[in-house]
């Protein structure tokens, strides 16, 4: 075996080549046939999701019996994603079935010089992932080939001093891991807070309604229903053209959970004067013409100006219909269904003026004081998101809602006081929830920082005895 004799911080332990101390490095297999009923397991990329495989849901495939031996996994061995989004990440053979591994993964066997644990952990550390990073090919689909991989370089002590710095990390990684671990249940626990204070509005419990108010002080009050009398008022004179003319969408409460006293059932076609598609324009950040607000601009229910293209010379925006107060943005369609249907109202003028692309629908609120604020507050409800999510369609990998599906969007309508109650206590409450997620947030960058270092110092011998 040859060596680079270079010297660490602290340590003088040997550098060597990895392909100098790999048994073999192998290119995966092409399966012609994937998921029948016979044949190996067939381990992809896919089948890695956070460090581990669920080796009863990896297909079988179809491959001559000659070959097996050629591309078959046994404990000890580790395969490297070597192209996609997930280049250069790896995973260390535990016990497994019968299986081989696929043409995008590169299977590293080493010799009995090397502990496979001790280069199963040198693969996570910066050193590893800096020379990876150095080697990758391609711009849009990434990758990295066998002698790539096999040029990477790492310390290598002896077998014994191995077996300590693994024991070492084991022992770190072990208190950092239960530390994650608690960091995501207060995550999951703030998430579920969230929806918990959400719920409670629907049920009347998060602030004395207007009801109560009006009984305790023996007055009257205007009731959710005869606040949607007003806004269809206002609606019928905002309204412009065949508009005009056209009666909103009925609104269908049947299956809808009960509202406390005073509130009553609206649409989404019932709260808005208009609504439209967005302009399928190529935009561009160097463009001159007009901005035009995209799906990363609809960030935390905000509109963010922070990421803006523009589209071209021969596009311009209409007068009356650039974005204004009052237009509430929904993204329409994505890869990802849990962005459909998010949302972001537009709280104040925007300079410059924009228009917006056509994966979002646009509807223009009336403008009812404090109605803004309302829908932000209870836009992320679960109750409004289940129906979004049930009634999205799906195409060729795409999740879509129509506008005249949102149109149908069923909201909760309490009166103008009660909305600014709840929405002044959402955001105290959520105010404390930010706060905390915020220091959670950092936490685990910080485990993760303590992580790249427990690795730096192992790998320097700085947690074993600096044994040859």
Known sequence: MSALRTKTADSDWPRVRLSD??????????????????????????????????WAAVPSCDILATEVPKYRLRSGDLVFARTGATTGKSYLIGDCPEAVFASYLIRVRVSTAVSARYLAAFFQSADYWQQIERGKRGIGQPNVNGRTLGDVVLPLPSIGVQQEVVAEIEKQFTRLDAGVAALRRVQANLKRYRAAVLNATFEGHLVPTEAEVARTAGGEYETGEQLLQRILTERYKKATGQRKRKEPAAS?????????????????????????????????????????????????????????????????????????????????????????????????????????????????????????????????????????????????????????????????????????????????????????????????????????????????????????
């Not at 790999?22 to 956070?50: C, E, M, N, V, W």
């Not at 219909?321 to 003028?349: C, F, K, W, Y």
């Open 21 to 54: 101390v790999a048994d073999s490095i192998q290119y995966g297999h092409t399966a012609s046939a994937i998921g029948r009923d016979k044949g190996p397991r067939f381990l992809r990329i896919t089948d890695i999701q956070d460090g581990r495989v669920d």
């Open 252 to 468: 269908d409460d049947a299956g809808l959970p009960n509202l406390p006293m005073g509130w009553t059932w609206a649409n989404l076609d019932q709260l808005s004067w208009a609504s439209s598609y967005g302009t399928s324009a190529k935009c561009g950040y160097e463009n001159p013409g007009p901005a035009v607000l995209r799906i990363p601009n609809i960030a935390n229910g905000r509109i963010d100006l922070a990421d803006l293209k523009f589209a071209g010379s021969q596009s311009r925006i209409e007068k009356g219909d650039e974005l204004e107060p009052g237009d509430l943005l929904i993204i329409r369609t994505n890869g990802s269904r849990n962005l459909i249907g998010r949302s972001a109202v537009v709280r104040q003028p925007l300079n410059p003026a924009a228009t917006y692309a056509s994966y979002l629908i646009r509807f223009r609120l009336v403008r009812e004081p404090r109605l803004f604020a309302w829908l932000a507050t209870i836009w992320n409800c679960s109750f409004l998101r289940a129906w979004i999510e049930r009634r999205a369609a799906t195409s060729a990998g795409q999740h879509n809602i129509s506008m005249s599906v949102l149109a149908t969007l069923p909201i909760p309508l309490p009166p103008i006081n009660e909305q600014k109650r709840i929405a002044d206590e959402v955001s105290r409450l959520f105010s404390v929830v930010d706060e905390a997620e915020t220091i959670v947030a950092l936490n685990l960058q910080r485990a993760t920082r303590l992580r790249q270092s427990v690795l730096q110092r192992a790998f320097s011998g700085a947690v074993a005895p600096s044994r040859a």
